[in-house]
């Protein structure tokens, strides 16, 4: 299709998809579909460690067997595009973009939209900074500002769309931060600096996204970006679901329950704080949020059926006693 994933409407797209399975030959779509392997990427990231959880555990309940698998996001991309995957439920759009447009290109790959509502990645200061007037990234490099800040901007790993984002414009000396030190390290080391600069009221900025823990438990501000260093949109985000064009002609069912997950910034964030921060197991994690959200679990399975062709929503229901 031509027409950008986003504006094409869930329901408008599980009819395409079942149509793309009906066009199928009868012997091969039902050889394929003989299969029940749901075979996930899950990057070390809290958010979506808890996201695709929550997918497996469902799909696990209506007959499906679910595999996850840690891998970075350049390796995910190439696996979807070798259909050594089936499904990916962060496509974090611009982070990834490169990776994204290089994949789908391929034509192999088929993007079921936006996943969370109100994501967003950008510059994060602690809210007293902003309060003393640090709103914009074009206030990071005056004189007295970057002394404050150690001439320093915390982030997170190397080689994750995000850092990429962030040396690219250092490397063009974006908003004078040319000759600014880049503290990559982790996300808990990253957070870790944060909140001791946070318990001490000293002023850092730091690589900051929502949906995430630290917008709980910190009182965080996001910087202005009107150069677009993190993306259009002062760094508002997609996170895409992706699965592979022959996974989702084999699998129109699965498909259409991954095609209706739907979260807010705020779901996403109370999932990853159960998790990272109240130390739940991933499966406990998955299965309280659910219980705290059932009529958000019962639209994610609107028309999903059971593998043997009940409906999937009672059936969900007496098993996570929603």
């Known amino acids: 299709m031509n027409a950008s994933p986003s504006l094409v409407s869930r329901g408008t797209r599980a009819v395409l998809l079942g149509a793309c399975l009906a066009a199928a030959p009868l012997g091969m779509a039902q050889a394929q579909d003989d299969t029940t392997e749901v075979r996930f990427s899950v990057p070390p990231w809290p958010g979506v460690t808890v996201k695709t959880e ?25 696996a979807l595009n070798e259909n050594e995957l089936d499904a990916f439920l962060a496509g974090w759009l611009p982070a990834q973009q490169g990776m994204y447009d290089k994949a789908m290109e391929e034509g192999t790959l088929v993007d079921l939209g936006n996943n969370v509502d109100g994501a967003r990645i950008g510059f994060a200061v602690p809210r007293y900074v902003a309060e003393a007037g640090v709103t914009s990234a ?33 490397d063009s000396d974006m908003y004078g931060l040319g000759d600014w030190e880049l503290s990559e390290t982790s996300t808990p080391g990253m957070l870790g600096a944060a909140d001791s600069a946070i318990n001490n009221q000293e002023w850092i900025v730091f690589a900051g996204w929502t949906p995430h823990w630290m917008n709980i438990k910190y009182d965080l501000a996001y910087l202005d970006d009107p150069k677009d260093l993190w993306g259009e949109d002062g760094g508002r985000s997609d996170v895409r679901t992706l699965v592979t064009k022959e996974f989702s002609e084999a699998h129109s069912n699965a498909t259409r329950l991954l095609d209706q997950l739907d979260f807010t910034a705020d779901d996403q964030s109370d999932m990853i704080r159960r998790y990272d921060q109240d130390e739940m197991p991933k499966d406990e994690a998955a299965i309280a949020w659910m219980r705290d959200n059932a009529d958000k679990v019962e639209g994610f399975l609107d028309g999903v059926t059971t593998r043997d062709g009940e409906p999937a929503w009672p059936v969900v229901k007496e098993a996570f006693d929603l």
């Open 138 to 170: 074009e206030d990071l490099d005056t004189p007295e500002n970057a002394e404050r800040f150690g001439r320093t901007v915390y982030s997170i790993e190397t080689g994750t769309g995000m850092s990429e984002q962030l040396n690219a414009g250092v």
């Open 54 to 78: 929550l997918a497996a555990q469902l799909l696990e309940t209506l007959g499906y067997t679910p595999q996850q698998e840690q891998l970075g996001t350049t390796i995910t991309y190439q």
